[in-house]
């Protein structure tokens, strides 16, 4: 599997403090099966991370990775704030590129509020030819009250990532049905942890791809678009789901 959202780095937001905790995080995932990780500190007024700490820290993660034998690969990334985009170069935003492609963005959906520079913002990125990838709407109020608001964005070019913890319901109720719903519809491409901590809960993505129960449809969440987007490769085609295959009989 990839994760494509993950605060891996050490010691440059609210993720890990150390860097043995960076590696411990690396490990659990590795035992679920992950293989590649994008870093993706914040980019956002409290943690105002620069790429050049983001690269620095990546390859003395990959370093450290590669002295413990994990077989991690851990590739650049950044979770940027919508408020950030107007202050970052277009130099700065490739090299914020998810999992080291400069052709995709991972954007923070805030958990309260409906962003409303997010429509103008996707539009001109699809119009630099950059993808925005909307990070865990499951977990904001409005999207939960109604998940169809995120619909006009995913036409226009954005993927939608879900939370792993989301999905099997350890951040709630409403969060959990929210993902579903996003899954069902259409309207999510990729599963990822945001993991913050080597927590056992919050490393893996296991979990959530037990929850979405359709093993064709979790590695195209998992591995086939997080594949496409690090290698800058069209999105496959998402697979029919058991419930639409049921519908149509
Ligand atoms: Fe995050």
Not at 45 to 62: F, I, S
Not at 222 to 249: G, Q, S
Request: no cysteine.
């Amino acid at each position: 599997m990839i994760d494509l959202h993950s605060h891996i780095l050490p010691g440059v937001d609210d993720g890990p403090a150390t860097i043995e905790e960076s590696l411990e995080i690396a490990r659990r995932a590795a035992a679920e099966g992950v293989r590649v990780i994008a870093a993706t500190p914040h980019v956002r007024d409290d943690y105002p991370t620069e790429a050049g700490t983001m690269e620095r820290l990546v390859a003395e993660l990959r370093a450290a990775l590669q002295l413990e034998q994990i077989p991690v690969e851990v590739r650049p990334g950044g979770e940027i704030a919508i408020d950030w985009l107007e202050r970052l170069s277009a130099d700065d935003l490739s090299r914020f590129g998810l999992g080291g492609s400069p052709r995709h963005v991972l954007l923070e959906f805030p958990y309260a509020g409906w962003p409303l520079s997010l429509h103008e913002w996707v539009f001109q990125l699809v119009t630099r030819e950059i993808t925005p990838v909307i990070a865990h709407p499951e977990r904001n109020a409005e999207v939960q009250r109604n998940p169809e608001e995120l619909r006009p964005l995913v036409d226009a070019g954005a993927l939608v990532q879900i939370t792993a913890a989301s999905l099997d319901g350890r951040i709630g109720r409403s969060s959990q049905s929210a993902a579903f719903e996003l899954i069902g519809n259409g309207l999510a491409h990729l599963l990822a942890s945001d993991a913050h901590t080597p927590d056992v809960r919050e490393a893996g993505l296991l979990g959530a791809v037990e929850a979405v129960a359709d093993p064709v449809l979790a590695r195209w969440l998992t591995l086939e678009v997080p594949m496409a987007i690090i290698t800058d490769a069209p999105i496959p085609r998402r697979p029919e789901t058991r419930k639409r295959r049921r519908l149509r009989r």
